[in-house]
């Protein structure tokens, strides 16, 4: 569709109001995304972004929602994906929707079979699945299963069943969330080809600093609401200008002020060496030593593979891996956790990095998830829970931690990935632990609710607790942690105070060889 202007707009949303029980998740919201353009969609989490994709996509199909979508020209009333996929409009979700025992070839044509009157042709099946896996630069055979492959793979197995669908429109919601740094240079790299092979993308990123690298133009949404589009050709767009319009206001710092007050030694961890469940002649975590003391922040830094959030589970409780030695003390005597249950009554709580397959149970209550953790503390001697007890300490953690949700009854799955977030700290919080181990507390999630979490940690911290901070953002390790460890292939490399912390520093010793 060309305008007066002689913009050349491959799509338009116009005027598009979506609203659910008590919510208006989407009022008046307005999207122009030119023809072959890489288009940017941000905002905080809640703002309406994956409401508006899944608007475009048919998954609230037309009818559901109030405005206009007008594709190539002529208004659109898909009623379904099968429609938007008909017309070459594909999304790939934040979470991936891989089927693990099922080889890639038949992932990337399930639903759309390369069949010959109802007989599947295995041999053109394999064939075009070969010629997708190389256009996005994997070389895994076809017949592999998903489950053999890392996230980073795996996304490019999602990419390569939407190019299977001949896609003119290609959207990526949160595509590096959960990739490393190679993995998310890769598939930006990818995005660059398919704009110079003429297919527009439109990609939904907490990450600004790939935003502003890849993006012709990018779209703010606030509060469910169109606030502006920029564009990176006519306008200086840096990461600031974009956070302005995703909070309403100058973001002067990233991370809370924080003055550590820091008292004796609460965990050690010596000589831990952990070997893998299922191969147990490798090594995995090899003679690991840290210590972290009451009110200390403490960040552990790695590339992925380097044995972080396998160092984290074998300590709380032995959950993860085989072949377990050393020594574990907490306040200078030596422990023996054998399961969570035991850790959990020794004072140690570990969020997850993947909360929502294994932090939280996304079908139940704000108020359900938070009490999981203690249920002793919320019930009688003979096993039955105190309701209104249970509902005043989610309540209580409701407000303390701006857990934006109508009631503690809201179902956590509806929630936004923030809120989840906080759902999983209160429910860690509520078990009262001595050492908290945070894998990954703000990964994909938008730097307005960062900070809240920022700032909820430095509570923690205020209040005598020890805490460990895994993450792949080393500026957030430097910015909100005391100590900074570093681990290459399984082993420990190097401890960084805050004040000599960089980058590149960090870097050395994460990318450091292992020697004997």
């Known amino acids: ?246 909070v309403g206001r100058p973001l002067d710092s990233r991370f809370p002020d924080h003055s550590p007050t820091v008292g004796d030694e609460v965990l050690r961890v010596e000589d831990w060496t952990v070997h893998h469940p299922i191969d147990t002649d490798r090594v995995v975590v090899d003679r690991a030593n840290l210590t972290v003391r009451a009110g200390e922040i403490v960040g552990i830094a790695g590339l992925m593979g380097a044995g972080r959030t396998e ?15 050393g020594k574990l003390y907490k306040d200078g005597r030596e422990i023996h956790p054998r399961s969570v249950s035991q850790a959990i009554a020794h004072g140690l709580a570990y969020a997850t990095e993947d909360r929502k397959r294994f932090g939280l149970n996304l079908i139940q209550t704000v108020r359900e998830n938070i009490s999981t953790s203690a249920l002793g503390k919320l019930s009688t001697w003979w096993g039955v829970m105190r309701g209104e007890e249970e509902v005043g300490v989610a309540e209580k953690y409701r407000q303390e931690f701006r857990i934006k949700a109508p009631s503690v009854e809201s179902v956590v799955g509806k929630l936004s990935g923030g809120n989840q977030q906080k759902v999983v700290l209160s429910k860690w919080v509520f078990s009262d632990p001595d050492v908290l181990i945070l894998d990954e507390p703000t990964r994909g999630i938008d730097v307005g609710a960062k900070y809240e979490i920022y700032g909820i940690i430095n509570a923690l911290a205020d209040s005598g607790k020890a805490v460990i901070v895994i993450s792949s953002e080393l500026p957030e390790l430097i910015g909100l942690c005391d100590r900074i460890y570093a681990m290459s292939q399984g082993r420990i490399t190097g401890e960084v105070p805050r004040e000599q912390a960089t980058q590149e520093e960090l870097m050395r010793y994460m990318t450091m060889e292992k020697t004997r």
């Open 1 to 246: 569709m060309v305008d007066v202007k002689g913009e050349d707009y491959v799509l338009e949303m116009l005027g598009i109001t979506k609203e659910f029980p008590g919510v208006k998740a989407l009022q008046d919201v307005t999207l122009q995304v030119r023809r072959g353009e890489v288009h940017a969609i941000c905002g905080e989490n809640g703002a309406g972004k994956s409401t508006l994709m899944k608007v475009l996509s048919g998954v609230y199909p037309h009818g559901t929602y109030d405005g206009d979508v007008v594709y190539a020209g002529e208004k659109t009333s898909f009623r379904g994906i099968r429609d938007s996929e008909a017309k070459g409009i594909v999304i790939i979700h934040q979470e991936l929707a891989l089927i693990p025992y099922l080889s890639i070839a038949e992932n990337i044509f399930l639903g759309n079979e390369k069949a010959s009157a109802g007989v599947l042709d295995w041999n053109a099946t394999r064939g075009e699945a070969a010629k997708l896996l190389a256009r996005v630069g994997l070389r895994e055979k076809p017949e592999t299963t998903p489950s053999d492959l890392g996230v980073g793979k795996q996304q490019l197995v999602e990419i390569a069943k939407a190019l299977s669908k001949d896609v003119d429109v290609l959207i990526l919601d949160e595509p590096t969330a959960a990739l490393n740094d190679d993995d998310s240079e890769h598939l930006l790299g990818l995005i660059r080809l398919f704009r110079e092979q003429g297919i527009t993308c439109i990609i939904i990123s907490h990450k600004l600093n790939e935003i502003t690298a890849i993006a012709d133009r990018v779209t703010v949404i606030r509060d469910g609401r169109t606030i502006e589009t920029l564009d990176f050709a006519t306008e200086v767009v840096d990461e600031d200008r974009i956070i302005r319009g995703m």
């Open 311 to 325: 160092l984290a589970m074998s300590v709380f409780g032995q959950a993860w891996g085989a072949r377990i030695t």
